[in-house]
């Protein structure tokens, strides 16, 4: 699929313009940010998620799963990843508030399933076995959706992203 530079910025221009013929009538608004201090990682994601659960509540109770989005730009070196304890606490967040499955995805550069092993992600999927964790190598899936994206030249390029990641039934968290 190609793009042109004159649509993308077509596109961009008139979009605020077409929200309310779209059915979009929804106001932009500042993202809500939560700040816990702690010593414990885990704790403190869970802690996190609640201080602002009265705006995650309602999306999540409207989703069929949830997509909790790690960032692996390391596959073997634990400080460029996302940390396990970050993972629990946010499973320990869902826990009563999410009944449905929950799916740990991520595409790195490098073989991602190693990456889980090598992160004890497998051990996170164990402990929260009732909450039916999966880990997904969106890599080995394949299965993708193609966006337009602008370059550094303002050119529209082509970028494949994971489906998962952008179905509309899934509550997507970015653990990043």
Sequence with gaps: MRFTRRAM???????PALRPLLGQSVPLR??????VQGNDRRKNIAAALEAIDDQIGPALRAKKYVVIKPNFVSTTNQL??????TIH???????PRFKGPVMVA??????TMQAFEEFRYRQIANEHRSQRVELVDLNREAKYVTVP???????????RLGARLM???AFVICAA
Excluded at 106 to 111: H, K, L, R, T, V
């Design 106 to 111: 991520e595409a790195s550069a490098g073989d």
């Design 167 to 169: 179905d509309p039934d």
């Design 149 to 159: 994206l602008i370059d550094y030249d303002l050119h529209a390029k082509p970028a």
């Design 80 to 85: 460029a990843a996302t940390h396990a304890g």
């Design 30 to 35: 500042r993202s809500t940010v939560s700040v």
């Design 9 to 15: 910025l077509q596109i961009s221009a008139f979009a």
């Design 89 to 95: 606490g946010i499973l320990d967040y869902l826990e």
